[in-house]
């Protein structure tokens, strides 16, 4: 049975919460050729390069020799400061694009990377080689699928790499209330698990078997391929964004006499060990001083913190100053701070 996932209200126009409901998705997977990876019918090939009379202008605006282009759901779009323009401000030699979409889920952002970087001859020409980047935060969109999301990410990150761009992926960040129903009494522990497997596999943890599941049984291969796993991985799951003792434990009472009726019931030999990590599922949520209008969306400090833990794993190449990102302020764009 999958995790359902329902959109929470939007309080800011140019926002929305991260996880809709998991339904059959249009864009299904299927068996690619012998030794690739599940191939995402939606696919992420490249489109035709546009005539040259048509071609819009580069969209590309400094010299720097680095370039990047953000993919990912809502929490990359971030309005006010975020991580990708707080990068941009601390990393001398890199310019960052931003191609995050509200509401879009594993397959979706396979088909931005298609559609707006792969299929795009004004983004590709912007490109030198070995400087050209996708920075991915995403998935939260499609988590309540976890394996037709990471299928997707996986076919995403590949599909970058066969077009000659490395991918530096962060993470899903930490999110959860006791107030979203999807994180109530044992569903919480089904949603936190979820989101550790996407996260986990992004950081190169899993096996296609444990990552995929029954979807592992579509490939060729037992091993991940050149290029599924990102270049560089970056943890925001386990990060300071997450509230860790500043949030209780949950009663563990009242989740011991629901066990035997919850999607566990059926597993009393590892009770003990599941009433733990279910009593333990708030501190995975975000810390409330990084929240924005909701549980998901981090605020400009949870986003200069983002770029701070991107800037310390950083190829020597990007010019990176972490201290200036650490000191940098929103001030209707990203300023130098004290």
Request: charged share 20%; aromatic share 8%; glycine share 10%.
């Amino acid at each position: 049975m999958l995790l359902r996932f329902a959109f929470l209200p939007a309080l800011v126009a140019c926002m929305v919460v991260a996880a809709p409901a998991v339904a059959t998705p249009k864009a299904s997977l299927s068996t690619g050729r012998a030794g690739s990876a599940p191939a995402v019918k939606a696919s992420v090939a490249r489109k035709p390069a546009a005539p040259p009379e048509t071609a819009a202008a580069s969209p590309w605006k400094t010299a720097r020799p680095v370039k990047a282009i953000v993919i990912g759901g809502s929490i990359s779009m971030y309005f006010a400061g975020n991580f990708g323009q707080y990068l941009q401000h601390g990393c001398r030699n890199v310019e960052v694009l931003n191609r995050g979409k509200v509401g879009a889920g594993g397959p979706a952002l396979a088909r931005i990377l298609a559609d707006e970087v792969l299929g795009n001859p004004q983004v590709m020409a912007g490109f030198q080689k070995g400087n050209g980047w996708i920075l991915f935060q995403g998935g939260l969109n499609s988590v309540g699928s976890p394996e037709l999301t990471i299928a997707a990410l996986a076919q995403l990150f590949k599909a970058a790499h066969d077009g000659s761009l490395k991918v530096a992926a962060l993470t899903l960040t930490p999110w959860g209330s006791d107030k979203d129903k999807r994180f109530v009494g044992w569903d919480g522990l089904r949603t936190h698990r979820a989101t550790e497997q996407v996260v986990d596999f992004v950081l190169g943890k899993l096996t296609p078997k444990q990552a995929l599941g029954r979807r592992a049984a579509e490939r060729a291969s037992e091993t991940w391929l050149p290029g599924e796993l990102p270049a560089l991985a970056v943890d925001l799951w386990r990060s300071p964004l997450r509230a860790g003792k500043t949030e209780s434990l949950r009663d563990e009472k009242a989740l011991d006499t629901t066990f035997d009726k919850s999607f566990y019931g059926k597993r009393p030999t590892e009770k003990a060990v599941l009433l733990a990590a279910a009593r333990a599922v708030p501190q995975s949520y975000m810390d409330k001083k990084y929240r924005d209008f909701d549980h998901i969306h981090p605020n400009s400090q949870g986003h200069r913190l983002i770029a701070s833990l991107l800037c310390q794993q950083a190829p020597e190449a990007w010019g990176c100053d972490c201290d200036v990102i650490r000191r940098a302020e929103w001030k209707g764009k990203v300023v130098p701070g004290k």
